[in-house]
């Protein structure tokens, strides 16, 4: 008997929980910047045998955003700090292709892999919030499709970086005094249309040899550079369909740039508010409503749809608005569901309120089971980014009450089988572009 | 009876050792990419009670550098991750004022010093190494007293984004729904010469308000900014009155900017060679002499005096060579020490080989001791910066050693009285600027 395909997991840890009421919770803790709590929700996303746990990111806030993202511990640095109390789970975090510099990224992913002994993942964004250029002494956000032109030359620089040794570089040789086979370090000489690149990294080449990529196109640009370098793709989807055709659509393009489309993962997020019984869940989501500050629901939402909302009626059906030049995923996700359930602003920043446009998920562990298996087994998902309501109980009745379920029924690992998130995710490590060919042009020559 | 003055010491973390042979003495491990060393490290010196531990950086690299910087783990995600397994040691790491930007630097410093209560400090470096223009872009690197200005800008514009939020923001109150007051976060609007910063930063106000700021100036430039902005100054060294007439330079700078000269602690870097006898510390300064690789030698010479040698001849005197614009502290006292010594080039490349120009102490635990206390009562040091020539053995033996004999002599700590590392170094944390104010103009209004 073969084993079935294993479903992945990714716990986003949004530090007061993804319910903008979620902190008012009953036991709930807050929030971005409690390394105490967010290390014991690391320790119980490992517990639960997650393939990895994702920080999301902004650089910029205001005093009314979500209050998971207003006040935040940077993602890098908490990253590294996460690896020196987890073993085994996968460390992604999000960081901007638009407002950093490849030498300097390349190095904190590279210096993250190597102290995780190999877990690290990258979020590549180019920027869901304008606000962020004028952080960075820069007279606008880049328009859309530059900026993901930029992330594509980015991705391609941070590479070769990663490459500049070769495997083995180190031979520290006491008695000979050679410390390092110089002609395994090589220069990367880039210069393209963004960016000029020298090299090489001073650093050995990461344990995966890149970090796992993940990103979350839904624009065709997006898309594009997903299906070229995503190997895990972040999505936002309420209706199975839809996601089915969105998966499809990614691993066709992945294999158009020669890809299998095993190694491009879709995982869709979800929001699981779990009771005993269905009743009880209902009623904690209408709970968390009530708790819900309507005026920071409606600044999510008017990010999520990238326009200003502050002067449209709320009574009267979600408007006509031009495309969204930043979540385009979610934008597009909320604009048909308020189609399809002809919802009024009000009840659409009511939905957003609660899972910011992501699959919401209410009812008893069986029913949350159900519903991820019956996406899984559909083709729309190869897991699921999951986004607990509040912290740390909800999460803790995920992994206590769900994931068991996921295990009885062969869908979910019982234990980590390998050490790297590579191996969590079945994904090989990339091998350096000269492992087969005949060196020539080294730094040993020139240095 | 008063207590006396006391010394302070930070442990300067060159993963392979400072002198370029000391990874191949017996026993040595090395290097800069190896986490389980590095957490060894940092443990030793809290339980030498050291102030902190520093990590120095460059954003380049060739085959031929220092054996401790050609690869190496990037500071600041590697800090982050010290934190987790360090209690009260401070923790600092150079970043460079050139190659980075202001809110990303803010962010990452700000979040290690939320992660370690308090314990970060950063090294305001305006970039030593002129070949890391070509990894970030740039056409050049900016010339010295340009770099100077970008940094002095750089630092006013992190202190305002570190300022965003008044302690006591987050209120959190589960009964009302206010998660943080408003009026308690402010946008820094800066608009300068260099930066376009409007803040706010998110993130609240670290724990010591900002990091300690250290910096090593050495150039006129170089001791103005110290003057203004440095709690810690590092420097190089050899002759105790020269020594002495940059401290109470610094400190007559430092003065002149309103401050305290207790407030600007200089830390000139010392190696320490030491052996039971006198004549055994020799012949480990001799082993080391005949491991050093000569080329690398040359090269971390070239870099101290920024010029290329390679043309010139290593048995004639030292040549006269115009002005550094890079490490001018180091090309400062390496230059005076030859023609005061009459040094051939071959001669000095073997100074720099051992100790990169700081101060060489050869000698038995009580030697050394004396040397450091000579300084200290001289006034010609507030401390040390410890650069152990290899790891881990001869750090220990400072450690096991040096340290008890000051500790006896009453010059230096027994324990940990404070928690972070301006409790350490008896400074205070900088207040608000708005602590003394009526308030004006905050986000409440706008946002
Ligand atoms: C699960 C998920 C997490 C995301 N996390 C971030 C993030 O941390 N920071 C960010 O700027 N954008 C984030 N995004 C937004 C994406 O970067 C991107 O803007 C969005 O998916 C729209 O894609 P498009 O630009 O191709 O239209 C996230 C999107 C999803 C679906
Ligand atoms: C102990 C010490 C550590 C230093 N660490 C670094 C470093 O990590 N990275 C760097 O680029 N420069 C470093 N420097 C060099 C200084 O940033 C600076 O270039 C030098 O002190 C000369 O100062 P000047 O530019 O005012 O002439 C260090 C200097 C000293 C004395």
């Known amino acids: 008997m073969s084993m079935p395909r294993q479903m992945h997991l990714g716990a986003f840890i949004l530090g007061a929980g993804h319910h903008i009421a979620g902190w008012r919770m009953p036991g709930a803790e807050a929030g971005s910047e409690n390394l105490d709590l967010i290390k014991r929700i690391a320790r119980t996303a490992e517990r639960g045998k997650f393939d990895l746990l994702f920080l999301a990111d902004a650089v910029n806030t205001r005093p009314d955003m979500h209050p998971s993202m207003v006040l935040r511990l940077e993602p890098l640095t908490l990253l590294a700090a996460l690896a020196m109390v987890t073993e085994r789970i996968g460390l992604a975090a999000t960081a901007s292709t638009t407002y950093t510099e490849p030498y300097n990224l390349a190095r904190y992913l590279g210096s993250i892999d190597h102290m995780s002994n190999g877990r690290c993942g990258w979020n590549i964004v180019t920027g869901a919030f304008a606000d962020a250029a004028a952080n960075f002494s820069r007279d606008r956000h880049p328009p859309h499709d530059e900026r993901y032109a930029i992330a594509a030359e980015f991705v391609e620089v941070a590479k070769g970086l990663w490459d500049s040794c070769e495997d083995g570089i180190l031979t520290m040789d006491k008695a000979s005094g050679q410390f390092l086979d110089a002609g395994k370090m090589h220069a990367l000489n880039h210069a393209g249309t963004y960016f000029k690149v020298k090299g090489p990294l001073n650093m050995s080449r990461p344990p995966q040899g890149y970090p796992v990529l993940i990103q979350a196109g839904a624009s065709d640009a997006g898309r594009d550079l997903a299906g070229r ?192 998130l590579r191996d969590h995710l079945g994904l090989p490590r990339p091998e350096h572009p000269l492992a087969h060919r005949v060196l020539v042009g080294s730094m040993a020559a020139s240095g």
């Open 229 to 420: 370098i995503a190997e895990i793709v972040y999505a936002v989807h309420q209706d199975i369909e839809v996601a089915r055709a969105f998966s499809s659509d990614l691993k066709r393009r992945a294999v158009g740039f020669g890809r299998s489309p095993d190694h491009i993962k879709i995982m869709p997020g979800i929001c699981a508010i779990i009771g005993g019984t269905e009743a009880e869940a209902k009623a904690k989501l209408a709970e968390l409503g009530e708790c819900a500050d309507p005026k920071v629901a409606l600044q999510v939402l008017a990010e999520r749809l990238g326009h200003d909302l502050t002067a449209f009626d709320l009574d009267a059906p979600v408007p006509d608005l031009p495309p969204s030049g930043v979540m385009r995923g979610h934008a597009e996700t909320l604009t048909a569901l308020a189609r399809k359930e002809n919802l009024t602003l009000r009840q659409l920043r009511n939905v957003v309120a609660a899972s910011m446009g992501h699959r919401l998920m209410v009812g008893t562990p069986e029913q949350i089971a159900d519903g991820l298996q019956e996406w899984f087994e559909a083709g729309a998902a190869d897991g699921f980014n999951v986004m607990p309501p509040w912290f740390p109980g909800a999460f803790d009745d995920f992994v206590d009450h769900v994931v068991p379920i996921l295990q009885k029924r062969g869908l979910f690992r019982q234990d980590y089988t390998g050490t790297t």
